[in-house]
């Protein structure tokens, strides 16, 4: 925002900083948190602690003491921001996603060599894990999370560590234990996803599957065409007991395809082409074809009788192609409509808008601090700056109370 347009809705923004930073116990801290947000909405090339004080006219300490050393806890304001942003996005989805920040040296918290999405291949970057809530019309994140990769555990670590100030609490986790730690975490405020979406990275892992069957989630993930799966009809089979040792439980006695196999069998003129969602010039359709099956590989949880639970697999076979070009898993119930199906598992589009506004306009890739601590902080204000946002497009001409 330019400097103008933010002082037309300053009493707004001060309203809002005042309702989002009630957990911080400290008018001075409350103060500084609401500077901040200034700083990250102010218009401006990069949205470090030394550039928005210059903008802001004040002395850049202020800003590095509030977000390093100032005593305040992230998690009470990060949930305060959950419940607002699920309020104002009325999310027919929540999506699990995780994105790059490129780092030069090896000092930031988390920084290694790994491959990011963001920049399409291995470089030096830390990756944040989020939440989001999303709809076709909104989205804005609920929580985030700094991946630690292992190479930041152990003795040899120690001392980056210190210098990071990662916590003794904190070790590697995986991407998906991280995603799971956060629905934990949503879910205790009271805030459960009535779906949840995520790319391959996380629905081609059996854990973080069976990890959401475990918390009772509905959910829709993209995964690979080389998983395997049962058919409908398949049956399993007791197996004679001998007398001797334990029972042998249940199996299948056919051999699981790729899922590639079975819509391959099944064939493209099975499918039917379904629109979902309207375009910048047209309606956003494809071709697809809907099987029910039964995912075999690690982790399924039979019943007792051996029974692996009847899943949806979604592939999208778009014309002129000789095999589908995605794929997707979902234990919604059997009498969804195809189309609310389709819809769910291209509902993931929303965030990309997300990160490229909190990148380019609210600096959220901008944090050049080497506090763990301090990461988390700045993610959250930049997330409260980008539901600032959401809610005055969704709401212009909502006056600021007296």
């Given at each position: ?58 002395d850049h300490q202020q800003l590095q003491q509030f977000m390093t050393s100032s005593t305040w806890r992230v998690e009470e ?278 990160y490229r506004e909190l990148k380019t306009a609210l600096g959220l890739d901008h944090f050049e601090g080497r506090s763990f601590t301090g990461w988390h902080r700045h ?24």
């Open positions: 925002m330019r400097a103008g347009e933010l002082a037309v809705v300053r009493g707004r923004l001060e309203e809002f900083a005042s309702e989002v930073l009630v957990p911080l116990v400290r008018r001075d801290q409350r103060e500084k948190g609401a500077l901040y947000l200034r700083g990250l909405l102010l218009e401006g090339r990069r949205k470090s602690m030394q550039p928005m004080a210059d903008r802001l006219g004040v304001v990060r949930a305060r921001l959950a419940w607002r942003a699920v309020a104002a996005v009325r999310p027919q989805v929540w999506v699990v996603d995780d994105t790059g920040f490129p780092k030069d040296g090896r000092s930031s918290p988390g920084v290694a060599r790994q491959y990011s999405g963001t920049l399409g291949k291995v470089g030096n970057c830390q990756i944040g894990v989020s939440v989001h809530a999303a709809s076709d019309t909104a989205s804005c994140p609920l929580s985030w999370r700094l991946f630690l990769p292992a190479a930041w555990d152990g003795p040899d670590a120690e001392a980056r560590r210190r210098a990071c100030k990662i916590p003794d609490t904190v070790h590697h986790r995986a991407k998906w234990q991280l995603a799971l730690d956060m629905l934990d975490e949503l879910d205790a405020t009271g805030l459960r996803p009535a779906v949840l979406v995520a790319d391959t990275g996380y629905g081609a892992n059996a854990d973080f599957r069976r990890g959401l069957e475990d918390r009772g989630r509905a959910y829709v993930l993209q995964v690979k065409a080389e998983m395997t799966a049962y058919r409908e009809d398949a049956k399993p089979h007791q197996p004679a007991y001998g007398g001797l040792g334990p029972r042998p439980l249940p199996r299948y006695r056919t051999r699981p395809v790729s899922l590639r196999e079975h819509v391959l069998a099944a064939g493209r003129g099975s499918g039917r082409t379904l629109s979902w969602r309207k375009g910048s010039k047209a309606a956003m359709s494809s071709h697809f074809v809907f099987l029910r099956v039964r995912i075999a590989g690690r982790r399924p949880r039979p019943s007792d009788d051996g029974t692996i639970p009847l899943v949806w697999l979604i592939a999208q076979w778009p014309e002129g192609e000789a095999e589908p070009v995605k794929y997707w898993i979902s234990n919604l119930p059997a009498g969804i409509p195809a189309k609310d199906l389709v819809r769910l598992a291209k509902a993931r589009w929303r965030i990309e808008h997300d993610v959250t204000l930049v997330t409260a700056a980008h539901l600032f946002l959401t809610e005055q497009r969704r709401n212009p001409k909502a006056p600021a109370r007296a």
